[in-house]
Nanobody, 124 residues
Framework: QSQLVESGGGLVQPGGSLRLSCAASGFTLDDVPIGWFRRTPGKEREGVSCITSSGGNIMYADSVKSRFTISRDNAKNTVYLEMNSLNPEDTAVYHC?????????????????WGQGTQVTVSS
């Protein structure tokens, strides 16, 4: 069964850091772009970042630019999201997903194979 599994979430104080992982099983990540998205209750799902299969094209939402870094290790079949200078507005469930084509985009409809998500809570 092909699936993505996120990990690395947790409770962190404002200004802190977390690294999220998105691991694939049942298929290889190295030929698809991967996106990170987040959702909070009452809000639309927000695209956070994406990376193409080669890592040559990366996008960030303006709200996380310069604070978050996406990377991938195709040998480990894993994509990472390093999150620094976290603030309470970053609190959300973070999901990764595989793109349905070769494009890196922050539009959720361009993705399938969604993981179950990992909770990130930023609070003092």
């Amino acid at each position: 069964q092909s699936q993505l599994v996120e990990s690395g979430g947790g409770l962190v104080q404002p200004g802190g850091s977390l690294r999220l992982s998105c691991a694939a099983s049942g298929f290889t990540l190295d030929d698809v772009p991967i996106g990170w998205f987040r959702r909070t209750p009452g809000k639309e799902r927000e695209g956070v970042s994406c990376i193409t299969s080669s890592g040559g094209n990366i996008m960030y939402a303006d709200s996380v630019k310069s604070r978050f870094t996406i990377s991938r290790d195709n040998a480990k079949n894993t994509v990472y999201l390093e999150m620094n200078s976290l603030n309470p507005e970053d609190t959300a469930v973070y999901h990764c997903a595989a793109s349905i084509n070769s494009l890196c985009t922050l539009v959720p409809n361009a993705y399938h194979r969604w993981g179950q998500g990992t909770q990130v809570t930023v609070s003092s």
